[in-house]
């Protein structure tokens, strides 16, 4: 698909001599940084919490029960 952007006058050489160096389009270099900056913002996968407590010695709902019970002091 076309898309029709306009970039300030400062980008545009700087644009041109990126995608030199990187023997590729300048249409090539803006939809590899469009991938980039989406990559970026992805929301996380519906599984991407299962695990991260595995690093800790003490079970997580012993480590809740303890933190909590400060609470009824």
């Known amino acids: 698909m076309r898309t029709v952007i306009d970039l ?3 980008q545009i050489e ?8 990187l023997d590729v389009s300048r249409a090539e270099l803006i939809r ?7 990559r970026r913002f992805e929301a996380p996968a519906d599984d991407a919490a ?10 997580g709902l012993a480590y809740q029960e303890r933190v ?6």
Do not use: M
């Open 14 to 21: 700087p644009l041109k001599a990126a995608a030199a160096s």
């Open 50 to 59: 299962f695990g991260i407590w595995r690093q800790h010695d003490e079970d």
């Open 32 to 38: 590899r940084a469009v991938t980039e900056y989406l």
């Open 68 to 73: 909590r019970s400060d609470w009824e002091r």
């Open 8 to 10: 300030p006058d400062e």
